[in-house]
């Protein structure tokens, strides 16, 4: 196989790593019916591993920058629902086969709160960053699932199902159809297409050792021609 067709298969392998989770943009819809105020408008996601494993994290991409804290009618609310197949799933309004709840309303604090649904138990973690059009969601991973050897670890955060809800009064957004189908990314991964592997590395990598090597002989040549005219 040529380099150039290794290099092009070496990238379209990651490809489902780089690309997050899109919603189309202008779809917010009424929750329980009747307009609302205009729920947030998301429109790309996405869900990393990080701290070597021990940490799930989500961006989240809006249409208009948020305004933090929200003061017009109650403030809005995002839930990150989360399906861990370890736990019993659980339906009720518009949440559908979910047992873990990662939630931050806009109010001053908007401090990031977790809910372990089957266990009725819950978490606080600190709030997430806000920048303009983005929200950046992190908890530890021994939040959302048992750790009951007390490593901080979470090796089954790869096995977790996520969506997001929006919710502004009676208007929402979904991702997707508000199903948990997407899955957390070990950020490891995301790092592949920025380094090429050394096997893969690009033709003119090559195109420049030779020169430099054909450069040393070259210099090299000159130096012994010229010590042997001089002893002459």
């Known amino acids: ?12 392998a990651v490809v489902p790593f780089l ?3 899109t919603d189309p943009e202008g779809d917010v819809v009424g929750c329980s019916g009747g307009a609302g105020s205009g729920a947030p408008d998301l429109v790309a996601v996405r869900g990393e591993i990080v701290e070597l494993g021990t940490s799930a994290r989500w961006k989240l991409t809006f249409a208009e920058p948020l305004v933090v804290p929200d003061t017009e009618g109650r403030p809005f609310r995002v ?3 989360i399906y861990d197949p370890g736990m019993p799933a659980m339906s009720f309004g518009y949440y559908l086969n979910v047992n873990r709840l990662v939630r931050v309303d806009a109010t001053i604090e908007h401090r990031t709160e977790i809910y372990l649904l089957p266990e009725r138990g819950s978490n606080v973690f600190n709030p ?4 303009g059009r983005s929200m950046t969601i992190q908890v530890p991973g021994r939040t959302l699932s048992e750790d009951e050897d007390l490593t901080g670890t979470s090796p089954g ?3 977790l199902r996520w969506t997001v809800i929006v919710r502004d009064e ?11 189908r997407e899955r957390l990314i070990p950020q490891r991964d995301a790092q592949v297409a920025q380094h090429h592997p050394p096997s893969e ?3 003119w990598w090559r195109v420049g050792s030779v020169t430099a090597l054909l450069s040393i002989g070259a210099i090299a040549t000159y130096r012994f021609v010229r010590a042997r005219g001089s002893a002459h």
């Open 128 to 131: 997430p960053i806000i920048e």
């Open 157 to 159: 955060l790869e096995d």
């Open 79 to 81: 839930d990150i629902a």
């Open 1 to 12: 196989m040529r380099a150039g067709g290794a290099q092009r298969m070496a990238l379209l």
């Open 19 to 21: 690309v997050a989770a």
């Open 201 to 203: 590395r690009s033709p």
């Open 170 to 180: 009676r208007a929402c957004d979904f991702l997707g159809d508000g199903r948990p």
